[in-house]
Each structure stands twice: as structure tokens, then as C-alpha cells.
């Protein structure tokens, strides 16, 4: 099957390159090729460009552009922020996160936690929701960073950040608040200031910019001890030679997408809702987190009756691609963290599946997606 | 048809998935994930592996066909891992590989392939499938060095109907040709000769990470004389020769072992013999049969000549016609009529009649 023949609805995954990001990075490969920060005329290009991306990028989210620094995507964000700022003199520090955090949070908790540090978890309830006074609850004086995401990967639920951040500020003025914001940006207005985060995890290829590339923001007052030792590459942060190429391309990406995001956003929401209302209709179906604020792109169902693992099969031989879970290395799918903190009935927890619209969402693929749904399941009931 | 076709990564799964696409089938690939290390991981080494999937992807995409892992792990490690475990526990030899076809494998793969709307589902098992009066049958290969019908015997004429078996008429050196002439990387790939689960290690030592096994008892000769002392009957199987107390002019095997009193019985070779044994969880093909029959009571070896007396529904008692050697309690007997599976079940340590 061709590629234009098949509904793609897996955005949360991943997204195709938008076509100026993809000329973008074909005019900087030429352009600004040489390494940014060598002394001659070549490099001053790159680090031109290097330095307009952090500009643009940093506009869009109402920062400064000190305060992006460039990453390979958003779990070396995550990695960077979580780990580094623990001090192994300092052991009674503490790190709060919620039990439904992307992997990369939580397995760089389980690092800290591994060395030696508390680390506590906020509980999910069952709508996949992180109080404020629940996760308010785990911050005391020894608490060095506090972590939760802007919106659920899976479900879309989206947190209480900014009521959060306010409270957290005056119960321990001196934790820092780390939000993984990588699926906020494919359909909300994130502005980090405003919301009081310290710091964030961007990934480009979300949002129809390469892969392999991202941001963190972190506020000005913040120095983050070097992740990665080499070089002072980077504005000396982060060594390693900077893809100045795939960040040029980011940039674009980026805003491109915040001048169509009103256009694009609605239409991803309008198609959700289409798609849900479709199989609510005609299935046994629950649509997880529907009573919630919910990021327009992420559509979570659970199905009353079917397996999701051959369900995946059937709609992928149908033409329609989504997912179930995260992946693992074979491509084998296991339950999902996030449902099992929600206390999904253990009965239901293999029947769901996330269907994710995203920038290149069509008018009708709502509605054509719901229609192979229900196709699917009929043939295999 | 479509058909589904369980893929491990091997020459033979690889060289059924191009045959049926070749002869026009609309061909769907899988890899059953059956096992994963503490983060998930697949094993190194033996089928099934990480890097076993990964070839079953790239035969997949070579093939232009849709393919996935699916994933069993959880009924493997509950079916075929424990009972493994608790087998050795006892003193017995458990066949991890037909417990696998027996609770996991096949049951679980028949029922998505119809979900999934499949006509059949294929392995890549040597093995015949005849259809006879209506009935199917299950065979032996034609090809007799590789024949796994033994592996097989627990099909039972209802799940036949729904499985093929290309290779049966195939022998492997034509396989490997036919896997080199589609350009298929396993071609010339070793067959997997280890436990998947276990891999490379011994699996001694994986059994003790699991269960406690120390059960000390003591060693007896034949005559019931104590001749040493023991850590624990998983140490031992029936015709064990390694390992025991010497200063005997001939070797000493194993040749019983209790798992009440946890006492072992060491003797002579010819101690071993055994001429009739009951075989119990028994499965039929189809009918019982009473006439020209065989037994195999290990995975391919030779085929002795028998009668059966059916005890009741799930056990028949085994009288070979000549005594034979290598009969151990735990493993599968398979009995034959010619080539034709009959029916199977397990060797049961209770009742072991032994001569000499």
C-alpha cells in the first residue's frame, strides 16, 4: 500500500517533515554547514543561523533566547533537567513526579532514585488527572526538582500546571519545576513564563520538524551543570557539534505551525470529535478522559470487547495506522503505565488504543477513520 | 487465503512465508514474543530472540509482506517457564518446547488468525497434515531427519483444519536453497539448538535463580545400599551418568528418582531398561488406535514397537516389545501408527517398571 493511500493518525508519535522545514534544511546543509563555532566565514554562517533559530524559537514561546538551549529531542531535555541536579553530597534531596510521566521521565526518576535520593510520585486518579493538592502534597524544603507534564501522551489529559507551579513556588520557593511540554506544543498554548515552568522538554519531529533534534528551556536563573563533556559548544552547555542544519529546520517548523495553529488545531479537534462521536455511536466503546480538558490532537478509546492487539492488525491491513501502549524494542506492545495508574479494570487494560490527529489531519479523516474502525471491528468479532 | 505465518527469525518459517506468498496467498507475518528479561528485553541467544525477530522483519519487508510481534510472554512464562522450573524441581525432564505448542503457541495463534479473518495459520514445522474421510491427519515429514511431528502430537483433528504445514514434504537442504533463491538472509542461519528462555547458560543454573531447590536427600545402588548423599533431586534426571559417586568397575546412571523421600537410585546401564510405563494427559489426534503402533519417547528418537491398554480417558498404559533405554518420566511419549500421529502424553513418574 502506498503511503497517500493510508490515515495516518499516530501524530503523538511522530510527524512528517513540513515541506518549508524540509527546504530549510536543504538550504542550511548548503549554507551553514560548517561547524558553528569555528573562526571563519563558513562557521560565522552556521552560527548565524544557529543563532536566528534560537531567536525565532525562543519569540514563539515568549522567552529569551539564553533560555533554549539545543538537545536531540526531548528525552535529553528530560534526562538533562531530572539528573543533573542532583548532587551526590546532597542525598537527602528529594524529586517529585506523577506516575503517569513519559518514559523518559520516569526512568530518569528510577536514575535518581537509584542514587540513593527519595523520589515520590503524585497519583494519577481515575480520569488520568494530577491534582494540585496531591502533587502539592509530596513537596517539602528538601525538594530539589518537581516534574510533571503539560499534557498526557496518551491520554491528552491536561495537568494543572500553572495552579500548580503558583502553589509549588510558595511551599519551597527554591524547587525547580520541570514540565515535559512535547505533546502541549502539537495543540495548546504553551508559554512557559506565564506558567510558571523553569524549565522544558521540546521535541521538533512532533510537530512536522526533524527527528533527533529538540530544546530545553530553562529560565535564566538556572545554570545546569554539562550533560554531555566535550566542547563548550552550545552557549557551553552542551558539548558536541551543533546540527545547525536540523535546527534551522526546527525553527521553520515551528513557525509555521504557530501561524497555522488556530486552523490547524481546530481542525484536529473537529475531527476528533467527528471520530468519537461516530464509534460512540455505533460501538461499545469509552472515550478516556472525555469529561476532561484534553488536548485536541489525542483520542483514547477503550473497546469494551476487543483486544487491542489484533485490533492494530486489522486497522493496520485496513489502512489505517495507530497505536496501542508504547512500543518496545521488537515492536511487541505491553499495557500501558498511564492506564494502569488510572485504575483502568485490569479486564479492559489490553482494549485500548490511541488514535493521535495531528498537522497534516485532513477535513473527513474523522469520519474515514471511524469508518475503518468500525469496518475492522465487524470483521473481527 | 490469507494466511498468518508464525515467523521465529529461522530458515524454515522464512522459506513457508515466501512458498505461500509465492503460490498466491495473501500472506501476514508474526513473530510470537514468548519471553523477555527483567527490562523487557528479548534473549540473546536461542529462538525467539531480539535478533531472531529482527531477521523475521527483515525477511518481511524482503518479502513485501505485513508483519508483527505479538506478544505471549505472559502465557509462556506461566505455562511453559514455571512448569519447566517445577519439573526439574521434582526430578523430572520437562519438554519446554511441546508445552509450548501444547498451551501457548498454537491455541492462542489459531484464535487471532480467525479474528484476523485468516483461513489457516503455517509454521514452519516438518510435518504432514493429511485430510482422510473427512478427518485430518497429522504425519510424519517426509523428510525424517527433521520430522517435529513428535513436537506436534497435542493438534488434535479440529485445530489440523486450520493449520499448514509447507515443509512437510520439503527436505532442509532444499529449504535452505529455496531460502538462498528468494535472497532471504536466513538462508544459510544455524538452527537454534538451545532453550529459548534459557539460552547459552546451563539450565541448572537458571532453575536455582528461580526456586529453592535444596532438598537433600540420599543415594542408594540397587541393592539399596546407601552410597552417597545428595543437595537435591534437580541435580539429577533418569540415565544421568555425570556426577555420581564412582568406584564402580562399570558406569553408574541414574535410574530412579523419588520425589517423596527425595531418594536417587543409581545402577547399570542395563538397569535402565524399561518395558512398560504409563503415559498420562493424553491427547488423540483423533480415535484411539490399538493396532501397529510405535512409541517415540524422546524428541526424534527411535521408534519401538508397542501395545497400549487405555486406563481411562487421558491414560494409556505402554508395553514395549522389547525393553529400551532413555525412557525418563517428564518427557513426551508420541505413538505412531506407520507415520501417523495417534496420539501423545506425557511419561508419568508414578508407575516405572523396571527389569534386570
Known amino acids: 500500500m502506498k503511503n497517500q493511500d493510508y490515515l495516518y493518525l499516530d501524530h503523538a508519535a511522530s510527524t512528517p517533515m513540513r515541506k518549508s522545514a524540509l527546504d530549510k534544511y536543504i538550504e542550511a546543509e548548503s549554507l551553514g554547514f560548517a561547524n558553528s563555532s569555528g573562526g571563519h566565514k563558513l562557521s560565522r554562517n552556521s552560527k548565524n543561523l544557529l543563532e536566528d533559530s534560537r531567536e525565532i524559537i525562543a519569540g514563539l514561546f515568549n522567552s529569551a533566547p539564553g533560555e533554549i538551549i539545543f538537545t536531540s529531542g526531548g528525552t535529553e531535555a528530560d534526562n538533562w533537567t531530572i539528573k543533573s ?31 540513593g535520593f527519595q523520589t515520590k510520585y503524585a497519583k494519577s486518579d481515575e480520569n488520568g488527572f494530577i491534582t494540585k493538592d496531591e502533587f502539592i502534597k509530596h513537596i ?14 496518551e491520554t491528552g489529559v491536561i495537568q494543572p500546571i500553572k495552579d500548580i507551579s503558583k502553589e509549588l513556588k510558595s511551599t519551597n520557593s527554591s524547587t525547580l519545576f520541570h514540565s515535559d511540554v512535547v505533546q502541549g506544543i502539537i495543540s495548546d498554548n504553551v508559554d512557559f513564563h506565564k506558567n510558571g515552568i523553569e524549565s522544558a522538554a521540546i521535541s521538533a519531529h512532533k510537530i512536522g520538524g526533524p527527528k533527533g533534534v529538540g530544546a530545553m528551556f530553562i529560565n535564566n536563573k538556572y545554570k545546569l551543570p554539562s550533560f554531555l563533556h566535550g566542547g563548550k559548544q552550545e552557549l557551553e552547555r552542551r558539548a558536541g557539534t551543533v546540527d545547525v542544519p536540523g535546527i534551522a529546520a526546527f525553527a521553520t517548523a515551528l513557525q509555521e505551525q504557530q501561524t497555522r495553529f488556530d486552523e490547524e488545531v481546530g481542525l484536529m479537534n473537529n475531527e476528533k470529535l467527528i471520530f468519537e462521536n461516530k464509534l460512540k455511536n ?15 490532537h489525542i483520542s483514547n478509546i477503550q473497546f469494551k470487547d476487543i483486544n487491542s492487539e489484533v485490533l492494530l492488525i486489522q486497522l493496520d491491513l485496513n489502512g489505517l495506522g495507530v497505536s496501542r501502549g508504547s512500543a518496545c524494542a521488537s515492536g511487541a506492545q505491553k499495557p500501558s503505565h498511564v492506564l494502569e495508574a488510572m485504575n483502568i479494570d485490569s479486564k479492559f487494560i489490553n482494549n485500548h488504543l490511541r488514535f493521535s490527529f495531528g498537522w497534516t489531519t485532513q477535513a473527513g479523516d474523522g469520519n474515514k477513520a471511524a469508518e475503518i474502525v468500525m469496518k475492522s471491528v465487524k470483521e473481527i468479532i | 487465503m490469507r494466511i498468518l505465518v508464525a515467523m521465529s527469525g529461522g530458515v524454515d518459517s522464512s522459506v513457508v512465508a515466501a512458498l505461500l506468498k509465492e503460490q498466491g496467498h495473501e500472506v501476514i507475518g508474526v513473530t510470537m514474543k514468548l519471553w523477555e528479561g527483567p527490562n523487557g528485553e528479548m534473549p540473546e541467544s536461542g529462538c525467539c530472540t531480539a ?22 510472554t505472559e502465557s509462556f512464562s506461566k505455562n511453559v517457564v514455571d512448569n519447566f522450573t517445577q519439573m526439574y524441581a ?31 495459520v503455517a509454521t514452519g514445522h516438518y510435518a504432514k497434515i493429511i485430510k482422510n474421510n473427512g478427518k485430518y491427519e497429522l504425519h ?20 489440523l483444519e486450520n493449520i499448514t504445514f509447507p515443509l512437510g514434504e520439503i527436505s532442509k537442504p532444499d529449504v535452505r536453497q529455496i531460502a538462498a533463491r528468494n535472497g532471504l538472509k536466513t538462508a544459510f542461519k544455524k538452527d537454534s539448538q538451545d532453550i529459548c528462555f534459557v539460552g547459552k547458560k546451563d539450565y541448572r543454573s537458571f532453575v536455582e535463580k528461580r526456586i529453592d531447590l535444596t532438598s537433600p536427600g540420599e543415594i542408594f545402588d540397587t541393592d539399596g545400599n546407601k552410597v552417597g548423599d545428595h543437595n ?52 488423540c489426534v483423533n480415535d484411539l488406535e490399538y493396532k501397529n ?3 517415540q519417547t524422546r524428541y526424534n528418537s527411535e521408534d519401538l514397537h508397542c501395545e497400549i491398554r487405555q486406563l481411562s480417558d487421558t491414560k494409556v498404559l505402554v508395553q514395549l516389545k522389547e525393553p529400551a533405554f532413555g525412557v525418563a518420566p517428564g518427557q513426551f511419549g508420541v505413538i505412531y501408527n506407520g507415520t501417523k500421529v495417534v496420539c501423545g502424553g506425557r511419561i508419568s513418574p508414578k508407575v516405572l517398571e523396571n527389569i534386570g
Not at chain 2, 517426509?142 to 485445530?159: F, I, P
Open chain 1, 85 to 115: 541536579l542532583f548532587d551526590s553530597k546532597k542525598t537527602n534531596n528529594n524529586l517529585v513526579t506523577s506516575n503517569i510521566e513519559h518514559e523518559a521521565v520516569l526512568a530518569s526518576a528510577e536514575w535518581v532514585s537509584s542514587n
Open chain 1, 140 to 153: 517539602d524544603d528538601e525538594t530539589k526538582v518537581a516534574s510533571l507534564m503539560w499534557g498526557n501522551n
Open chain 2, 90 to 120: 521434582q526430578g523430572l525432564t520437562p519438554n519446554p518446547c511441546v508445552e509450548c505448542n501444547r498451551s501457548v503457541k498454537f491455541d492462542h495463534f489459531i484464535n487471532q488468525a480467525k479474528k484476523l479473518n485468516c483461513d489457516k
Open chain 2, 140 to 159: 510424519k515429514a517426509d523428510y525424517l531427519n527433521k520430522d517435529q511431528s513428535y513436537v506436534l502430537h497435542m493438534l488434535k483433528s479440529s485445530d
Open chain 2, 293 to 295: 503402533l510405535t512409541i
Open chain 2, 51 to 72: 535478533s531472531d525477530s529482527e531477521d523475521a522483519r527483515k525477511v518481511a519487508s524482503k518479502l513485501d509482506i505485513p508483519y508483527y510481534v505479538l506478544d505471549y
Open chain 1, 282 to 296: 455505533s460501538l461499545n466503546v469509552q472515550i478516556i478522559g472525555e469529561s476532561m480538558n484534553r488536548l485536541p
Open chain 2, 232 to 283: 537435591g533431586i534437580h541435580e539429577f534426571t533418569v540415565g544421568q551418568r555425570k556426577g555420581l559417586p564412582g568406584g564402580y568397575g562399570t558406569p553408574r546412571y541414574v535410574t530412579k528418582i523419588n520425589v517423596q523421600n527425595k531418594n536417587v537410585t543409581i545402577g547399570e546401564k542395563k538397569d535402565l531398561l524399561v518395558s512398560s510405563f504409563i503415559v498420562e494427559e493424553l491427547s
